[in-house]
């Protein structure tokens, strides 16, 4: 196992889990994680206290970089992966610098969709994704008094309720065509609509973001479907995640909306697995491929990923038996057909 | 001190009152300070200084701008005897303090006094670089092949086998020819005298002064306390050959001949015009306000 | 635990350093950053490390600190790294602080193979900037060897240091080249500018506001070397005999190239003996003379200055001290040879010693040694030491400056001719001097103990009384010289501080530091350091619950001097590991004494 590279791009959930994995499965192998961001492993779920100042970077924190340095692992933050190619397993970083890699595994998650109906006016729209963004969220927050947020991932009921619980004033459009992942049925669409008034969110049904303008600095006028013209601080665009593989077109591997994986997370590629958010997984019995969202299941394949890459054969088995639970609702992710 | 002999106690030979006249007259005692040397009765020394003296006064070098400097030895006592601004400096270090005077103040006449331990010996590695940049000095070596101040050591220029304070069983070691070093560093005016005869020698330190550059002048002597059986008046006296009056001076090499042989001559042996270090210096100037 | 991308140094005093192969051109690009802040009118120190092979094919570092204040000390740390190559840049960054800037090339020839590029190394908390460095060098020069240039456009952009401020510098740099060479210079320069200000998203809070001081035209950044060169020539100098010997010899070199307009004269001299002599006759001759050396060339010199201070004969002796004992380390600075520069010498052989503390001190201090040799007809050794001699300060030159560490011309005595006696015996111990060209006056002068009319003389008394009268003159001089600085509040004091030369930066440092942190902490700085200011040195020692004594060598040679004057124990922050004491170093001696 000496001389032997594992490279793992992605720097969450999936990527740590199989950084342990891999070092504790091949001591002698040279063991590197690659991430774009310069803020090291962070909880992801912790953004929405951050960006209202419920608590602070360090607070984010999953792992230092003292942990990669005692763990033999080198850590490689801020460093952007412009393309790779497998055929001579070498991955290239923006600043010219080449690595040759033995296995590499592909977790770099996802980015913040903006469907395309609303990119006449995407620059007014707020997302958050990474660090990045909540820190630009947590510089506006005191200034902010009213709120639009569209869109219906996970992420975006517990922004609207912490926003709400801080005073601000929210305002939630439910447009069932824009919900992600899960289907929006009348029942869910009222709970959920029960659940974020209880927290102080006006919630709008059946209405939908049609433009944004803006009036002066951080202040905009949200039109909807429904006729109203909403004057607020910012509008919040959660329209979940697309996996972010744009660097890997022209590569050779097997992509539609995500990374194509068969059940051992390999992908068409000798020696590429990917997993996480940007990973589709082959379901045989369905001849289809599923994506496995969220942290915990991010964990799971990440390790699983691993095991396979130092040789052992395991499958990714069925959707992943975690739930969400979202504000006493149970919503079952693990299977979407489309956006 | 100096007491008019004429008025000593009892009466003078005619003679003797004359020479000293002459010598009052001659203008050499205006180099005389006041001091009196403290060499040994019937030192080469004193010779040589007369010679030094009365080229000193042909030349009518004013005292005021007469430097003499010196290193250890009995021959660097010679600054206290002159009449002019001296400096017993330290052991082998006399060119080196000399050139400093001379660069630093080029109307001053410079004269360097050391014996061969001093020159060749401790101070040896100055010379070549003192005689290659050519300063307009003049350098005295007094040889006598012993260190007389000390008591009687080896120096330099001992003759092999002598028996001396070093060498109780005689000295073993080839001596070095002071003569035959300053042609080979190529020292652009050359001559060896003799102290036994000042009158002989007092043309060449004239020469010398009056020489542009670098002067170097080797006085052999004897020391009569401390070799009493090689460097003696009656050997030297013997062995004493003027340099013939055809010998070309220009032509190093013949020059080089003259002194690699096994007679002493003794007199001008090489001399050559060329710049000296102010000439240079001058030069250098002119070039940097260009 | 810094995790944040956004802390950074304050814009007020920064330290960049520029990092590159031999022939990457970085400590030319030092030159023009440090000219140009300067020009601007921002302190500026230098200290740039150079590779150890004569070849040069090592690691080439110019380190500059800019500042608003004038700059005590180097830095340790660099808040920015210019990366012109990537194996030294490499090594460089284990000096850049946690929150550090690197800018480096973004479009390099090739893809650097794995962890041969800086980018790949910084740590988190460090923000990068690439810049296509070669590809604008070659649009500018045709070559890739403007790369260093462009590269201070991006420095100039970023961090708010006027650009025109830069185009005045590179002019002068170049100033005796043609005007294409200035021209494609000033473009590379350019290009630098404005790739930076069109792609760069600046992420750090350097920031000097593309605001000048005040404009600065004559300003010079020189070493202390050159400055001490330069307090010759004010000084009228005659003639310099020297041997080449590190870190001494570039004095000789550049009086070598600018004493002879002046009608003064440079011998490079066959050894460090033949050098003193040079000078020692050159005083007695009565002009200004000097030698300038490090740690073995003094001790070669030791006889001859023996014999002038004997003698009564003027020098200046510059001693460059660099790491001992023996040839030791000749590029590391190290201030150990105190101790042979007053104590030098078999028998008593008093003369003065002194020490400048930053390079305008440089020239004032040799300018003002020339003075004090001459009214007190003797050497005067200057100290020096590796770091003050090569690092680079901006100064502007004022003889009158010089001044405030007195003036000396009163001792200046004529002679009269009947009876003169050259060592005649007088209260303040100088006796009116004579010198070769004085009609009347003639006289010998001699290592050998002697009596008023300089003839030698053993008796007890004369020798008594001559070594009574040169060490009087030197209490004549300490009466005379003006007291140490002494730095601090006024009063009781926790912790006092003694340095002298370079260290003396680091030391104020450290006070400052001290001060803010709550303690009533002061210093005092001599530059003279021979004869001793014992007087001053028990006042400040009175005041003071801890004295701590700072400089570079092993066994506290100051030290032991101060402990021998205040009669107390000192506390030693001496170290001699190669390099300056660093201000934390100093500090942390006494907070944990006093803590």
Known sequence: MAGEHYVVIGNGPAGNEAADVLRSGAPDARVTIVSDEFFPFYYRHRLRDYIVGGCDEADLVVRTPDHYRENDVRLRLGQKVTRIDPATETIFLAHMEKIRYTRLLVCCGGTPRVPEVHYAYRQHLSVMGTLRHARVLRQKMPDLRRVVICGGDMISFRVATTLATVGKEVVFLIDEDAFWPLELTGEVREEFSRALGRKGVEVRQEDALTGVDATGHDRYIARTRGGGAIDCDLVGAFFGFVPAIEFLRGSGLDIERGLLVNERLQTSRQGVYAAGDCAEIYRPDLRNYWVSIGWPNAQHLGALAARNMLGETVDAGGPAESVFEVEGIRVNTSWWREF | MAQDPTTLGGTLNAEIVADISAVQQSGLLDYRSEELPTWCPGCGYYGITQALMQALADLHIENRNLAVVSGIGCAGRMPFFVNGYGFHAIHGRALPVAQGVKIAKPELTVLVVGGDGDGLGIGGGHLPHAVRRNVDLTYVLFDNGIYGLTKGQSSPTTPTGQVTGSHPYGNPDRPLDAVTLGLAYRASFMARGYAGKPHELYPIMKQALEHRGFSFVVAITPCVTFDKVNITYDRLRESWVPIPDDHDTSDLGAAMRLALSDKLYYGVFFREDRPTFNDNVEDTSGKARE | ?595
């Open chain 3, 1 to 595: 635990m810094a995790v944040s991308e956004t802390t950074g140094p304050a814009s007020s005093d920064v330290v960049i350093k520029i990092c590159g192969a031999a022939g990457d051109g970085s400590i030319a690009a030092g030159q023009i950053l440090n000219l140009a802040a300067a020009g601007m009118g921002y302190h500026v120190m230098n200290f740039d490390s150079f590779p150890a092979e004569i070849r040069g094919f090592g690691k080439s570092v110019a380190h500059s600190r800019i500042s608003v204040e004038r700059v005590l000390t180097p830095g340790t740390m660099g808040d920015c790294l210019v990366a012109l190559d990537d194996p030294h840049s490499i090594t460089e960054l284990a000096s850049l602080r946690g929150n550090g800037i690197v800018i480096y090339d973004s479009r390099p020839a090739d893809y650097h193979e794995e962890d041969q590029a800086v980018a790949g190394w910084l740590q988190p908390g460090m923000i990068g900037y690439g810049v296509p460095l070669r590809d604008l060098s070659a649009e500018a020069t045709k070559g890739a060897k403007s790369r260093n240039i462009v590269a201070l456009g991006v420095v100039s952009w970023l961090f708010g240091l006027d650009a025109d401020g830069f185009r005045w510098a590179i002019g002068k740099r170049f100033g005796g080249k043609s005007e294409t060479v200035r021209e494609t210079n000033i473009a590379a320069f350019n290009l630098g500018w404005e790739c930076a200000a069109r792609e760069l998203d600046k992420a750090d809070p350097i920031d000097f506001g593309n605001v000048a001081l005040a404009r600065v035209e004559n300003v010079s950044i020189v070493s202390g070397n050159e400055a001490a060169a330069q307090g010759c020539i004010d000084a009228g100098l005659r003639l310099y005999a020297g041997y080449p010997i590190t870190p001494a010899t570039k004095i000789m070199e550049v009086l070598g190239r600018k004493l002879p307009a002046t009608g003064g004269v440079v011998v490079q001299t066959e050894d460090e003996i033949s050098a003193i002599g040079h000078v020692v006759g050159g005083g007695f001759a009565g002009k200004r003379c000097a030698t300038a050396t490090s740690g073995p060339g003094l001790c070669l010199m030791v006889e001859c200055i023996n014999l002038g201070v004997m003698a009564e004969v003027p020098a200046v002796i510059i001693d460059c001290q660099r790491g001992g004992p023996s040839t030791g380390l000749p590029t590391k600075t190290e201030q150990s040879d105190l101790n042979i520069a007053i104590f030098g010498a078999s028998g008593e052989s008093p003369r003065p010693v002194l020490a400048p503390t930053n390079v305008e001190e440089c020239y004032a201090l040799v300018l003002k040694a020339f003075e004090v040799a001459e009214a007190f007809q003797t050497p005067v050794i200057v100290l020096f030491d590796f770091f003050l001699s090569s690092r680079m300060e901006d100064v502007v030159w004022s003889r009158e400056a010089a001044d405030r560490f007195g003036v000396y011309e009163d001792f200046l005595a004529t002679p009269t001719p009947e009876p003169y006696a050259r060592y005649a015996i007088t209260e303040t111990g100088v006796s009116p001097r004579a010198y070769p060209g004085m009609p009347e006056l003639v006289h010998p002068i001699t290592g050998l103990e002697h009596d008023e009319h300089g003839l030698p003389n053993y008796s007890g008394p004369v020798h008594t009384r001559m070594q009574r009268k040169r060490q009087r003159k030197l209490e004549t001089l300490l009466a005379r010289w003006p007291a140490p600085e002494v730095v601090g509040p006024e009063g009781d004091l926790e912790v006092g501080i003694v340095s002298w030369g370079s260290t003396v930066g680091a030391a104020k440092n450290a006070i400052k530091r001290l001060s803010e942190s709550g303690m009533r902490a002061g210093g005092i700085f001599p530059r003279l350091m021979w004869p001793l200011a014992g007087d001053a040195l028990r006042e400040f020692s009175a005041r003071c619950g801890m004295l701590l004594v700072a400089e570079t060598n092993s066994s506290g040679q100051y030290a032991a001097l101060v402990e021998q004057a205040t009669h107390r124990d000192v506390l030693r922050v001496c170290e001699a590991a190669a390099m300056p004491l660093p201000t934390a170093a100093i500090e942390a001696a006494a907070l944990k004494v006093h803590g």
